[in-house]
């Protein structure tokens, strides 16, 4: 297969982990025998100082004209006092609306080789967690209208949660669709009891869990999911929600596996066109300092193989070469304990490399 990828490096340690995800890539291919094409294009802070716009239209046109894009993190602290349309995040929201790419899958799974690195008591972590979290991915909150006006009180501000029926139908089949491919249960998180947008998005989802009578639903409340997650986090399957409490619950649910440099994630649209980024932030006080887990990046590589071209055995490569690895007692410093072996970005993402072309299909 010939697959042609635009790559967006990043800032902080995205370009570092990227490159570490990159090697992985190519391995695989040289594995399988696939020929990949790279691209390489801006956005976020790395951006803002080549061409004054955290998201060129250049990137997006590059990004269209691939089969899929690898993203590293953006953003820092060097850029926290611009304006919010100018800032290096706008770059994520204008990807993911220009490409169409309204489903956030993020799985949560915890490696046994990291037990001990879950901070939830040990008889809960032996329960284990494997927890894929579907997050609308372009409406709500982040995309809704907001300002700012002068009231009695002073300057407000304001931001709108706004959901069309037919963005929540389209979210909740893809969350279906993913449970019906692992243990066939549903968890919807919403605020109905105080939201009206929330109102609307449960009667959509109940409405299209109609169509498949054989996955399980359940529906929590935001602050209730929060909870659950750290008091029990094996009643979960697959957990559809907003664009807002996904980006809140899958950074709790990364944590609860060990560290959230472990997380991968693919944003997907109609097509088998997609996104692939690991969950973590750009990291700056470690940037440059070979400290960095590329591990995240490196599944996000994972699930491009798996989501975008079908091909389960150089995804399965990949995964069992991360497990091994961590096996092997190999870490970074986010997930090192006493008697682990020790390594930084660089020589985690060699030794899964050679786990990838050791890999017997």
């Known amino acids: 297969m010939k697959i042609n990828l635009a790559v967006i490096p990043g800032d902080g340690i995205g370009p570092e982990v990227t490159s570490e995800a990159l090697n992985i890539i190519k391995a695989a291919a040289g594995r399988f025998s696939h020929k990949i094409t790279l691209t390489e294009a801006a956005a976020g802070g790395a951006a803002i100082g080549k061409y004054g716009e955290p998201l060129p239209r250049e990137t997006i046109d590059i990004c269209k004209q691939s089969d899929s894009v690898i993203l590293g993190a953006v953003g820092g602290w060097q850029w926290d006092n611009l304006p919010g349309d100018k800032r290096p995040e706008r770059a994520l929201l204008g990807l993911r609306s220009s490409l169409g790419l309204y489903a956030n899958l993020r799985p949560a799974v915890l490696h046994a080789a990291l037990s001990g690195a879950c ?61 019906i491919k692992r243990d066939k249960r549903v968890t919807n ?66 944590q609860i596996t060990g560290s959230i440099g472990m997380l991968p994630s693919a944003s997907l649209g109609d097509s088998n066109f997609g996104m692939y ?85």
């Open 277 to 361: 980024e690991p969950i973590h932030g750009s990291a700056p006080d470690i940037a440059g300092k070979n400290l960095a887990n590329p591990i995240a990046a490196i599944l996000s590589a994972a699930m491009m193989f798996r989501h975008s071209f079908a091909l389960s055995s150089e995804a399965a490569a990949i995964e069992s070469a991360v497990t091994q690895t961590l096996e092997a007692g190999y870490r970074t410093a986010d997930i090192y304990s006493e008697g682990m072996k020790h390594v930084g970005t660089k020589e985690m993402g060699s030794l899964i490399k050679k786990g990838v072309m050791d890999f017997a299909d």
């Open 189 to 254: 998180v919403d605020k109905a009891n105080v939201l009206e947008s929330s109102r609307l998005w449960r009667e959509v989802i109940l409405s299209t869990a109609q169509n498949y009578p054989g996955v399980s639903l359940n529906h929590l409340y935001a602050d209730n999911a929060a909870m659950q997650l750290v008091r029990d986090p094996s009643q979960f399957d697959v957990i559809v929600t907003t664009n807002m409490f996904g980006d809140i619950l899958s950074d709790e649910a990364s």
């Open 119 to 179: 901070p939830l008591r040990p008889d809960i972590a032996q329960k284990g967690i494997n927890i894929m979290v579907v997050r609308e991915l372009t409406g709500g909150m982040y995309f809704g209208d907001k300002g700012r006006k002068r009231t009695d009180m002073g300057e407000a501000a304001w931001d709108t949660e706004l959901y069309s029926a037919e963005e929540v139908r389209r979210i909740a089949v893809r969350a279906f669709e993913s449970a």
